[in-house]
């Protein structure tokens, strides 16, 4: 597994319970886990999550972000408003490693009516242990944060 790290985890009302799930495990794991809410089951709009945890990994105070929402689509399209912000919508494991060692993703988004506890574990998992590989990836990666 790897060091420990800084990450924020964020959801909608729709993926409560996966989020306290995860955010227990991620902690059980040794990481130093940002809960960015939401705290109730109160219907909430996830861009405003989305936009919250997206600002945090921009701003380089955590080293990764776990959003969640009912599909994980609504929040990962918030989340990749930031330009700063790689945020990549996996339900199986082999993504989430493409999304690190291709895209340098700085941020997975999963969906809680998609995707069961276990396997969202299965995919931060390889989210958090794989490296980006860069070489010719780099030159694609910078591109991202650079449309023309
Ligand atoms: C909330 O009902 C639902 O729309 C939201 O969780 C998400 O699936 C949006 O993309």
Avoid at 10 to 17: F, G, I, R, V
Avoid at 33 to 47: F, H, R
Wanted: charged share 25%.
């Amino acid at each position: 597994m790897c060091e420990p790290m800084k990450i924020a985890i964020a959801s909608d009302h729709a993926a409560l319970d996966l989020k306290a799930e995860l955010r227990e495990w991620l902690i059980e794991l040794g990481h130093e886990v940002a809960d960015l809410g939401p705290d109730t089951a109160e219907s909430v709009d996830y861009p405003d999550y989305g936009y919250k945890i997206a600002d945090v990994v921009a701003e380089g105070t955590v080293e990764r972000g776990v959003a969640l929402c009912g599909s994980g689509l609504g929040i990962s399209i918030a989340a990749n408003r930031n330009p700063a912000v790689r945020c990549a919508m996996v339900s199986e494991p082999l993504s989430a490693t493409f999304a690190r060692s291709h895209n340098d993703a700085n941020m997975i988004a999963m969906g809680a009516r998609i995707i069961g506890p276990e396997m969202a574990k299965a995919c931060i998992a390889a989210f958090l242990n794989t490296e980006f590989e860069g070489g010719r990836h780099q030159r694609r990666v910078d591109k991202l944060s650079n449309p023309s």
